[in-house]
């Protein structure tokens, strides 16, 4: 059975504008803010592996063994599980631009997929590492390769590196409030308001020079 063919796990299709794969993640439900309905930019599977080899987050070989090796309902699961995370990320960074705590029931959610994160590695020993003078021990994913969750416990554990660092104030939302994309405000003086500069940057620079030129009438 092959219900995802390799091809599907090519086309890149995610505006990667977060800057880390966990705030490029929450961005998949796009216009989550508003009058609009969201739209939903994982739609099956197959969009999860294509984000998960956009932010290498997968090589070829991970993302083609699921591909070829998941069932559907496995896959359902799977999307439905990083879903659930995204929505319980959304919500605990949401509240944290606003600075605010993250509710309660977000916090068990987070901690229930970052402890299967940690539960799915196998301890290994790399000789030729530990040769070349570098650490020799290392997790692996090992025999869960090739499970439908193996994504969702590699977003759950760059999410739990984020959340639990000191970067977490620099998590910023779009200043667009068309869009409010979360990004990871990286710049030196941390004054980045845009998720995307070309695109709402410019979007919101049009807007206001348009009010200028209206209130000048
Ligand atoms: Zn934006």
């Not at 290994?124 to 025999?143: F, V, Y």
Request: one cysteine or more.
């Amino acid at each position: 059975m092959d219900s995802y063919p390799a091809s599907a796990v090519a086309a890149p299709a995610f505006d990667l504008s977060g800057g880390h794969p966990a705030l490029d993640l929450v961005n998949t439900l796009d216009h989550r803010f508003g009058g609009e309905a969201p739209v939903e930019l994982l739609v099956d599977y197959g969009a999860l592996l294509r984000f998960a080899r956009q932010t290498e987050l997968l090589d070829p070989g991970q993302a083609r063994l699921l591909a070829k090796s998941v069932r559907p309902q496995a896959a359902a699961r799977a999307l439905r599980s990083v879903r659930e995370l995204r929505e319980a990320m959304a919500a605990a960074f949401y509240r944290n631009v606003e600075g605010r705590p993250p509710p309660a029931a977000d916090i068990r959610t987070l901690e229930r997929h970052f402890l299967a994160s940690e539960r799915h590695r196998e301890l290994h020993w790399q000789e030729a590492a530990a040769r070349n003078g570098q650490a020799g021990m290392a997790w692996q994913w090992g025999r869960f390769e090739k499970e439908a969750e193996l994504p969702v416990w590699i977003l759950a554990e760059r999410a739990a590196q984020l959340m639990l660092s000191d970067a977490m104030p620099w998590v910023r939302a779009c200043g667009a409030d068309t869009c409010r994309w979360l990004f990871l405000d990286t710049s030196k003086n941390h004054t980045r308001r845009w998720c995307n500069m070309k695109v709402c940057g410019n979007r919101m620079k049009a807007r206001r020079f348009q009010a200028r030129r209206g209130a000048e009438r």
